[in-house]
């Protein structure tokens, strides 16, 4: 069973940075892309970027390009979400995210997340 454990959230003001962590448990977590999404009140939860398994390559959403960093430590099954000049648009549940499938992509990821981590809160203030 897939597991997925975040850490790393907090209150920032806006400019600041933090970096939210994704313990991962069950499979062999170097065969898989990892993604982060995050979610807001009454709103879905949208993509925010993806890593390919041998941390090669990154894919992000165009409103966090630049400014965040995917990273992946394949001998901890860590994935990290590096968040720099954070801004108050950014405040939301960030959530760790992992596909059921081999063949899933760093593009296809942000439509076929599996399996979830419970969410960290990150809130930015003006």
């Known amino acids: 069973q897939v597991q997925l454990v975040e850490s790393g959230g907090g209150l920032v003001q806006a400019g600041g940075s933090l970096r939210l962590s994704c313990a991962a448990s069950?499979?062999?977590?170097?065969?898989?892309?990892m993604g982060w999404f995050r979610q807001t009140p009454g709103k879905e939860r949208e993509f925010v970027a993806a890593?390919?398994?041998?941390?090669?390559?990154?894919y992000y959403a165009d409103s966090v390009k630049g400014r965040f960093t995917v990273s992946r430590d394949n001998a901890k099954n860590t994935v990290y979400l590096q968040m720099n000049s954070l801004k108050p648009e950014d405040t939301a549940v960030y959530y760790c995210?992992?596909?059921?499938?081999?063949?899933?992509?760093?593009?296809?990821?942000?439509?076929?997340?599996?399996?979830w981590g419970q969410g960290t809160q990150v809130t930015v203030s003006s």
């Open positions: 995210a992992a596909p059921q499938l081999l063949s899933t992509t760093i593009t296809t990821m942000r439509g076929q997340p599996k399996y």
């Open positions: 069950g499979r062999t977590f170097s065969s898989y892309v």
């Open positions: 890593i390919s398994r041998s941390a090669g390559t990154a």
